[in-house]
């Protein structure tokens, strides 16, 4: 219940095009759905986040879309450059005692643009 | 804003020593801090959360004698690898989140620790 299915392992899109990468959760406590990008050697960079009472959400060329009753969430890559290129990651939180939150991660997406 | 550092960036230390990480939240209030352990290709791995001035609360499988962690300000947090083995070898990331915006976790740079 707190695994965060994520898919494809990898990913190959050509300058231009359109990335998608999904990802699907279980539990339903889950309450805060983010999307992470990291590059070789970096810490992860918070690139959007979305929580459930809405469906979509876009930050310039970054959508995330988000099916409640499917437990899923996806993100969109529009017009992919060869600077997306990086690993992403998706992400789920729910709050915990304390006052915190936790973070669940997907296993990752490496995600290559072709020039 | 948010910007989480972290010292230092790669470290090698022997077996048997210990070895100190910082991470310190630059521009704003770190409520709660995080310590992830990354191998490499592979995802982040939640070692433990720790709020100011209480003790880390620790996953299951994580040592707590072996990987201290100290949360003293509202600006730092430490994670000490006691007794390193090779084992020990990977990448270290500490993420915090800050009072009014907890789900949001902004993470360092991560830190490359090598135990020879």
């Known amino acids: 219940q707190q695994q965060v299915k994520q898919s494809p392992q990898s990913l190959i899109v050509q300058k231009g095009g359109i990335s998608i990468i999904n990802c699907a959760y279980e539990?339903?406590?889950?309450?805060?759905f983010p999307w992470y990008q990291q590059f070789p050697g970096k810490g992860p960079a918070l690139l959007i986040a979305?929580?459930?009472?809405?469906s979509e959400k876009k930050e310039g060329r970054f959508t995330i879309s988000f099916n409640k009753s499917a437990k899923q969430f996806s993100l969109h890559i529009m017009d992919s450059q060869p600077g997306d290129s990086a690993t992403y990651f998706c992400?789920?939180?729910?709050?915990?005692?304390?006052?915190?939150?936790?973070?669940?991660f997907g296993k990752g997406t490496k995600l290559t643009v072709n020039p | 804003g948010a910007v989480v550092s972290q010292h230092p960036s790669w470290v090698i230390c022997k077996s048997g020593t210990s070895v100190k990480i910082e991470c310190r939240s630059l521009?704003?209030?770190?409520?709660?801090m995080f310590w992830y352990r990354q191998f490499p290709k592979q995802s982040l791995m939640l070692m433990a959360t720790?709020?100011?001035?209480?003790?880390?609360?620790?996953e299951q499988g994580v040592e707590k004698d072996k990987f201290l962690i100290n949360h003293a300000s509202l600006t730092l947090s430490t994670l000490t690898v006691t007794s390193a083995h090779p084992e020990d070898s990977s990448f270290y990331i500490c993420?915090?989140?800050?009072?009014?915006?907890?789900?949001?976790?902004?993470f360092g740079p991560g830190t490359r620790l090598t135990v020879t």
């Open positions: 521009d704003f209030q770190a409520t709660t």
């Open positions: 539990n339903t406590a889950f309450d805060y």
């Open positions: 979305i929580r459930p009472d809405v």
């Open positions: 992400a789920a939180s729910k709050a915990i005692q304390g006052g915190s939150e936790k973070l669940v």
């Open positions: 993420s915090a989140s800050r009072s009014g915006r907890i789900h949001e976790q902004y």
């Open positions: 720790s709020n100011e001035g209480s003790k880390a609360t620790y």
